[in-house]
Structure formats: C-alpha cells, structure tokens
C-alpha cells in the first residue's frame, strides 16, 4: 500500500473542504471495502479524511419517509424496529450481507459506493478497464461465471455487490449529497451508471462530494416486501442473483409491484417493463413467468454465466410465492 495523508474531519462541511483541496483525496469510515483495495493496489489515494465524528449516522423516520445517516452501520440499520418492520426488504438485505463483524463496522454511504467489481479488478496482472482505463476486460472471454448478463459492454461485465443498494432501487430511495457546491440529491434510479465505454465512472458524484443520507419514501409496498439472495456460501459472499421485491394485492390481483434484481446486471437493475407485466393481473404461475421472461428479453450471456438467465426468473417466482397466494 502506498503512503497516503490522513485527516479527522470535525464537521461535514470541513471534510468536503479537505477533499475538494486535496487532490485524489477521499472519504473514509468504517474503510471495510477501500482498505482492502489499496492493499491490494487496485487503487489508491494521496490523502483519506476520516468522517467517523460526525453527526450523520441517526436513522429515523415520519410519516412519508425512512431517513438513513450516511455514518450509520449496516447491523444498527438492520436491527432498527422501524426499518425491521415497515421496511423488511431493506433489513433483510442488510442482514444478507457481508459477516456480522463487518455489519458492525461498515457504513452505509460506504456500502452503496462499493466499486462495481470482479476478481480480475484485484488481480494487477489483468487487463481491466476499471482499474486502468484503455487495457481491455479479461471477464469478456475469461471466467465470468460471477458477471453480468444485463447492461454491460464490451468494456466491463462485472456486477455492483451491493445488496441493500438493490433493495434501495426497488423502493425508488434518494441519495443525498454535499460537495463543494452544496447541496443535491439524486435518485437512486440515477445514482449508478452503466459502464459504457467509462467504466471506471460508476456514478455522477463530482470530486470532493460526500453522502450524506439516504431517504427511502414510505409506500403501500415497503411493509410487504422480501429479499433474496442466492449465493455460492452461506455468509460473506456476494449475489449469484438477488431479488428485491415489495408487493401489494387486493384479493389474487396485483396492485402494485417494485421490483430489483441483483448479481445479473452491472448496476442494481430494475426494469420497469418486469413490474408492468404484473400489475392489473393475478398473481399467479403464467404472469410470473411472463414477467421473467420480459426481464431476460435482452440479456446478454456469456459462457460461464448462462445459467443466470433462468436462474433469475427462478428466484422472481420464489420471492413472489413468498409474498402472495401463486398458482
């Protein structure tokens, strides 16, 4: 690991100072994710300012929305009574994250800027885009069982490990930040970006922005809602596929639907097109399958990761006969 500055901010506005005058400077927490990646080499920083004092870490809720401070830890999130039980999908996804020992230290602002990665990213010895823009992706004719079938290009197939930032896009949540010029806010839908032919950009934050929370909008869904993660072990690995889903019937018919699937695309996916085919229609065996069959409409498989295209629409049908009366 190279040599790197270190400062402890005192207030927000200060750490966003430090940052946006330092260059290739960057934030640090709970450091679960970038400590491991400038040991590894896969990047690195001149200067880290520590946010760990501040005041961002409160969750708490109104009568429209759940607010989650950036600095809160993912086991305080998951455990917290309200998101326990009017936000299920969202403490489920915590819970099915990482090990208990990281929930502990790990923050959400952290989680959701996890760089969307692959072993070849670690790996100094291989071409990858992310880690050096221009040197080509070793997954697209390498070992890509892990990778995605949905939204990538010919410069990165790798997926997004966040699983809570799934659940987040299926409830439409917003990221706020504060940079050198204020304040903004930008929806999750938004927040991640396709790779494109800049995969090393993952999403719009400008130099020196910090989050700062997240809001999640209460809705007729958030109360009925599931995740499930399919994965290779038990604890500390990430999504083969993942599904976020929050449902609302009246009788066998659907009302409304928010769905995100997770492990298959190269952001947090959710396509519109998947909950449409659900909505207004018995929830039952042939809508659910119609649905799946419209989310793999354009998948794009490679040889190691076939499978996910059927996987996925396995585990739509799963969580959905969770929720509801299938048949």
């Known amino acids: 690991m190279r040599a790197f500055g270190y400062t402890i901010a005192g207030s927000?506005?200060?750490?966003?100072?430090?940052?946006?005058?330092?260059?290739?400077?960057?934030?640090?927490?709970?450091?679960?994710?970038?400590?491991?990646?400038?040991?590894?080499?896969a990047e690195s920083h001149e200067h880290?300012?520590?946010?760990?004092?501040?005041?961002?870490?409160?969750?708490?809720?109104?009568?429209?929305?759940?607010?989650?401070?950036?600095?809160?830890?993912?086991?305080?999130?998951?455990?917290?009574?309200?998101?326990?039980?009017?936000?299920?999908?969202?403490?489920?996804?915590?819970?099915?994250?990482?090990?208990?020992?990281?929930?502990?230290?790990?923050?959400?602002?952290?989680?959701?800027?996890?760089?969307?990665?692959?072993?070849?990213?670690?790996?100094?010895?291989?071409?990858?885009?992310?880690?050096?823009?221009?040197?080509?992706?070793?997954?697209?004719?390498?070992?890509?069982?892990?990778?995605?079938?949905?939204?990538?290009?010919?410069?990165?197939?790798?997926?997004?490990?966040?699983?809570?930032?799934?659940?987040?896009t299926a409830l439409d949540a917003t990221v706020h930040l504060l940079g050198p010029d204020g304040e903004r806010s930008v929806p999750i839908s938004e927040f991640y970006l396709l790779p494109g032919s800049t995969p090393e950009r993952e999403t719009p934050m400008r130099p020196g922005e910090l989050i700062t929370r997240v809001d999640v909008p209460r809705t007729s869904v958030t109360a009925r809602s599931r995740y499930l993660k399919l994965r290779d072990r038990a604890t500390f690995e990430f999504a083969v596929v993942s599904v976020a889903a929050a449902l609302r019937n009246r009788g066998r018919v659907v009302q409304d639907v928010r769905l995100a699937f997770g492990g298959v695309g190269t952001r947090p996916w959710r396509d519109t097109r998947v909950e449409a085919a659900l909505r207004g229609r018995p929830l039952s065996r042939h809508t659910i399958a119609r649905a799946g069959r419209t989310l793999v409409r354009d998948a794009k498989p490679y040889e190691g990761n076939e499978f996910k295209v059927e996987l996925v629409q396995r585990a739509l049908e799963s969580v959905l006969g969770a929720l509801g009366d299938v048949r």
């Not at 330092?22 to 590894?40: H, K, Q, Y």
Request: proline fraction near 5%; aromatic fraction near 2%.
């Open 48 to 168: 880290l300012v520590d946010v760990n004092g501040l005041d961002l870490d409160d969750v708490s809720a109104d009568s429209g929305t759940l607010h989650i401070g950036a600095l809160a830890r993912m086991r305080q999130v998951a455990e917290h009574p309200t998101v326990r039980r009017e936000f299920p999908v969202v403490a489920e996804a915590l819970l099915a994250s990482a090990s208990p020992q990281v929930r502990n230290m790990a923050a959400i602002g952290g989680n959701l800027l996890q760089r969307t990665r692959c072993g070849y990213f670690r790996d100094a010895h291989a071409a990858c885009n992310k880690r050096v823009p221009g040197s080509g992706c070793s997954a697209l004719e390498g070992h890509n069982r892990s990778h995605a079938i949905l939204g990538g290009s010919d410069h990165c197939i790798a997926t997004h490990p966040s699983d809570l930032a799934v659940a987040l």
């Open 12 to 41: 927000p506005a200060e750490a966003v100072r430090i940052a946006a005058r330092i260059p290739n400077s960057t934030f640090v927490a709970g450091g679960t994710d970038l400590l491991n990646r400038m040991r590894d080499g």
